[in-house]
């Protein structure tokens, strides 16, 4: 177990590292003076000169990456070229948006899809399952900007139950920030619930078929004691893997949903840092983003490891 | 105790079952012998309740007066594991691979009510103690992972015997563990069948097996019983024509020359394989495992040779230095002369070819049987009469040309394994390996082509290499024989020299554990025929 825990901190860092060093290479050759771009067509050359001086750009390679990297443990990562205020707290406050939001909807989409993907795995070929499994095929179809939508329509602007766009921020209280995070994470959640439920079925179904399922019910369980019991825990390991890329996605890749809903989150501050040519924050967006991935893929190792005994001992 | 009353089982419209009626008694071994789709399990799954869907069973099953087909689910699911047990034949896969065997073997326990936590938990420990996993070895926390194929069906027993059922169920329990491991489980359920006074129906299709344990056995043909009889009356008189094909298959000895020829053709000297296993510290040595340990043997030209051994002595990795796959750590490997190893050139590989245990898994489905048969000609180019050739071959080993579009799953398991022999025939190669080629074959579908081997080695002149853990086949088709363990080879000699009085302890055990019909009930196979 140990070993397996020292393998994948080795290859967490590893993979940082060369995550790093590709934003840092990939943003230096985009072509564009960033100082140039900040003062204008008619700026001075003087002042373009001091100002990249000021920004550090003249600095060599090696020195600029180090001082990139350093400031994610310092927290300084520089300002923004268009908003002018530092990078890290524009990072932060758009993820304490975005990490909510990402969690939330995971969370409403494995409460959903774990209990119906069961059932539609207990009931493979009847109707229940039928019906599962089309209503997931709609929920993968459907674009979640026009599931939000109508979910806007109905729950805002007709029950007025939640706040139709904007976030209120955590400080009106926690009751307050979940409801402005709760229909866009319902809208997350629906395309995210009917991937998983989907494979956990398959996964389920796969399970019911091996030995070990014959030999429960041979000892005197019955169907739902077998899924329960025996065939839930060794389904996991797909589930764990889907889960894991869900997250991933969520977290950077809710711009559609942020940008209908009107939230300050990650996914529209990268948009406009891209447009803006605002490279510093892309940079150290990406790179969180990146960190972000890797934990989650790590964590869901260790997820791994903690379903299945076998992985513990091969490592 | 239990009785089945004409059983009859459908499935979708299709018969499986047709008025199968037998009776165990307490405390008896009642043998079920039949080929594969003879419906043996079908009677065990009816027996369960545990019926696949779309089956109807008609019929009744009766045990102590109570007919288990009119019992609901859940009724049934009281009587499973309670008053009905069953183990299977996979032991590898029959425990779930993500709970510790304590729990599992707990489990009945707890689902039927019969325990609280803590009394479930000694009752398996005295559980896996009284099928011989003593607490020092086998903790209840273990995994099934850390267990080998004989201990996990020691785990399958005891979970099953928890509750000491009326009727406990095997399904070709030892049909996939080695001479001494089945020896050992057979010995366990005669035991506990006597020692708990519960009824034993053991399904297999090796009748030595049922010769060994049995009181009665019944033998089934498509879905119908066609003779029960004391075990050793049905041996010795063999009513039924099925029953005496069957038998007649088992003992079945090919026609075949002995050996002439003195030539030399695979020389083996001094081998040694050497496997790296994973290191137990970050940046500790790597530890070496030494799977093969100097062996040394020839095989002439026209030659049966033997290799036999239990699973893990090393005899596939041998194989795999032989076929040139692996690099070997000493000695040297020469086929005709010239040295094998992993570089040596396509035209000495097709000279040696190999025939693999599974019919099923060694083909692409997706090709089909000429594209299958015509794979070695990348070894030497395909010549300009291939398309001649794959027709022989096809007729050599029984089939019709007509089969060359057709796709391996049309085929039943014997023709599949008649496909590879004719793959391993085209390069026209001098040495074929059989590995454990005819293991997973019905005994009759096994004679024949043991048949069809016997004639091909007497037309071209090949020399087998005979890879098995089943000593009675190796003793009908070998010249001589080599016996194997942790890497070693420990005897070798003339076949039948070695069968009649072997001299290396291990090949003593393994003799021994080899269930065997008895010589004195074969007699009157005999009479029969005068």
């Given at each position: 177990m140990t070993r397996y825990l020292l393998t994948r901190f080795a290859s967490l860092f590893a993979t940082l590292l060369a995550a790093s060093l590709v934003i840092f290479a990939l943003l230096e050759v985009v072509p564009g003076d960033v100082a140039a771009v900040m003062l204008g067509l008619n700026?001075?050359?003087?002042?373009?000169?001091?100002?990249?001086?000021?920004?550090?750009?003249?600095a060599p390679l090696v020195t600029r990456y180090v001082t990139w990297i350093t400031g994610f443990f310092t927290g300084d990562l520089g300002t923004s070229y268009t908003y002018r205020v530092p990078v890290a707290e524009l990072i932060a406050a758009r993820l304490w948006v975005s990490l909510p939001l990402a969690i939330y909807a995971l969370a409403l989409s494995t409460v959903i899809a774990i209990p119906i993907g069961l059932i539609a795995a207990m009931r493979a070929g009847r109707p229940a399952d039928s019906a599962i499994m089309g209503v997931t095929q709609l929920g993968i179809a459907v674009p979640n900007f026009w599931f939000a939508m109508f979910l806007v329509l109905i729950f805002a602007i007709q029950l007025r139950w939640f706040p139709a766009g904007g976030f209120s921020g955590w400080d009106k209280g926690l009751w307050e920030g979940l409801r402005s995070l709760t229909l866009p994470a319902l809208a997350l959640a629906v395309q995210q619930a009917s991937i998983m439920a989907r494979v956990t079925r398959s996964a389920t179904l796969e399970t019911l078929d091996q030995d070990y399922i014959r030999t429960a019910r041979a000892k005197g369980l019955s169907r739902t004691q077998t899924v329960l019991r025996h065939a839930l825990r060794n389904a996991m390991i797909p589930v764990l893997t889907i889960l894991g890329l869900q997250f991933s996605f969520l977290l950077a890749g809710a711009i559609i949903i942020e940008n209908v809903f009107y939230l300050p989150g990650l996914g529209r501050l990268i948009f406009q840092a891209i447009t803006q040519n605002d490279l510093i924050v892309v940079k150290s967006v990406v790179m969180l983003l990146v960190f972000a991935i890797v934990l989650v893929n790590f964590v869901v190792d260790l997820a791994y490891a903690a379903v299945d005994p076998r992985l513990r001992a091969r490592a | 105790m239990i009785e089945l009353d004409r059983l009859s089982v459908d499935i979708r419209g299709t018969p499986i079952l047709r008025d199968v009626?037998?009776?165990?008694?307490?405390?008896?071994?009642?043998?079920?012998?039949?080929?594969?789709?003879?419906?043996?399990?079908?009677?065990?799954?009816?027996?369960?309740?545990?019926?696949?869907?779309?089956?109807?069973?008609t019929g009744a099953i009766r045990l102590d007066g109570e007919d288990l087909l009119g019992l609901s689910e859940r009724q049934m699911c009281d009587r499973r594991g309670r008053?009905?047990?069953?183990?299977?034949?996979?032991?590898?896969?029959?425990?779930?691979?993500?709970?510790?065997?304590?729990?599992?073997?707990?489990?009945?326990?707890l689902i039927h009510g019969r325990a609280g936590r803590a009394e479930a938990r000694d009752a398996a420990r005295r559980m896996l103690d009284r099928v011989g996993l003593t607490a020092d070895r086998f903790p209840l926390t273990r995994y099934p992972h850390e267990l080998s194929?004989?201990?996990?069906?020691?785990?399958?027993?005891?979970?099953?015997?928890?509750?000491?059922?009326?009727?406990l169920i095997a399904d070709e329990p030892t049909t996939a563990l080695d001479v001494t491991t089945q020896a050992g489980i057979l010995d366990l359920l005669g035991r506990l069948v006597r020692e708990e006074g519960m009824a034993l129906m053991l399904i297999t299709h090796d009748l030595a097996v049922t010769a060994r344990i049995a009181d009665r056995v019944a033998v089934m043909e498509k879905g119908r019983i066609v003779e029960t009889a004391p075990t050793e009356t049905l041996f010795r008189q063999r009513r039924h024509p099925y029953t005496r094909a069957l038998f007649g298959a088992s003992t079945h000895q090919p026609d075949r020359m002995p050996a002439t020829g003195d030539a030399?053709?695979?020389?083996?000297?001094?081998?040694?394989?050497?496997?790296?296993?994973?290191?137990?510290?970050?940046?500790?040595?790597?530890?070496?495992?030494?799977?093969?340990?100097?062996?040394?043997?020839t095989l002439r030209q026209g030659e049966s040779l033997g290799l036999v051994g239990e699973s893990g002595c090393g005899k596939s990795t041998l194989t795999r230095?032989?076929?040139?796959?692996?690099?070997?750590?000493?000695?040297?490997?020469?086929?005709?002369?010239?040295?094998?190893?992993?570089?040596?050139?396509?035209?000495?590989?097709?000279?040696?070819?190999?025939?693999?245990?599974?019919?099923?898994?060694?083909?692409?489905?997706?090709?089909?049987?000429?594209?299958?048969?015509?794979?070695?000609?990348?070894?030497?180019?395909?010549?300009?009469?291939?398309?001649?050739?794959?027709?022989?071959?096809?007729?050599?080993?029984?089939?019709?040309?007509?089969?060359?579009?057709?796709?391996?799953?049309?085929?039943?398991?014997?023709?599949?394994q008649r496909i590879a022999i004719a793959r391993a025939l085209i390069t026209r190669p001098s040495l074929i390996l059989l590995d454990e080629a005819v293991s997973a074959l019905d005994v009759?579908?096994?004679?024949?082509?043991?048949?069809?081997?016997?004639?091909?080695?007497?037309?071209?002149?090949?020399?087998?290499?005979?890879?098995?853990?089943?000593?009675?086949?190796?003793?009908?088709?070998?010249?001589?024989?080599?016996?194997?363990?942790?890497?070693?080879?420990?005897?070798?000699?003339?076949?039948?020299?070695?069968?009649?009085?072997?001299?290396?302890?291990?090949?003593?055990?393994?003799?021994?554990?080899?269930?065997?019909?008895?010589?004195?009930?074969?007699?009157?196979?005999?009479?029969?025929?005068?």
């Open positions: 700026a001075a050359p003087e002042a373009v000169a001091a100002l990249r001086d000021q920004l550090g750009l003249d | 009626s037998l009776s165990l008694a307490a405390g008896e071994v009642f043998g079920l012998v039949g080929e594969s789709g003879s419906g043996k399990s079908m009677t065990a799954l009816a027996l369960m309740g545990l019926l696949p869907k779309g089956a109807r069973a008053v009905l047990g069953m183990i299977f034949q996979e032991p590898m896969t029959a425990l779930n691979p993500v709970q510790t065997i304590g729990d599992q073997v707990a489990e009945t326990l194929g004989g201990q996990r069906q020691r785990v399958c027993i005891a979970l099953v015997i928890a509750l000491r059922p009326r009727l030399p053709l695979l020389s083996v000297e001094g081998v040694v394989r050497d496997y790296r296993l994973p290191r137990r510290t970050v940046l500790g040595p790597t530890p070496m495992f030494r799977a093969v340990n100097g062996v040394s043997f230095a032989i076929l040139g796959l692996e690099p070997v750590q000493a000695g040297r490997i020469t086929l005709g002369g010239q040295t094998i190893s992993p570089a040596m050139p396509n035209a000495m590989r097709a000279r040696m070819q190999v025939v693999f245990q599974d019919p099923y898994g060694s083909f692409n489905p997706r090709h089909k049987v000429e594209r299958l048969i015509a794979e070695p000609f990348h070894l030497t180019g395909r010549p300009a009469d291939a398309g001649k050739r794959i027709d022989a071959a096809l007729r050599e080993v029984g089939l019709s040309p007509d089969d060359r579009h057709k796709y391996p799953h049309e085929f039943s398991g014997g023709q599949r009759r579908v096994r004679a024949q082509v043991l048949d069809l081997l016997a004639d091909l080695q007497a037309r071209h002149g090949l020399s087998y290499l005979f890879v098995s853990h089943d000593l009675s086949v190796v003793r009908r088709i070998t010249d001589r024989v080599m016996v194997m363990n942790a890497g070693e080879i420990v005897e070798a000699g003339e076949t039948a020299q070695v069968f009649r009085a072997p001299t290396h302890p291990y090949t003593k055990s393994l003799i021994a554990a080899a269930p065997t019909i008895p010589e004195a009930w074969r007699e009157e196979e005999t009479a029969d025929a005068g």
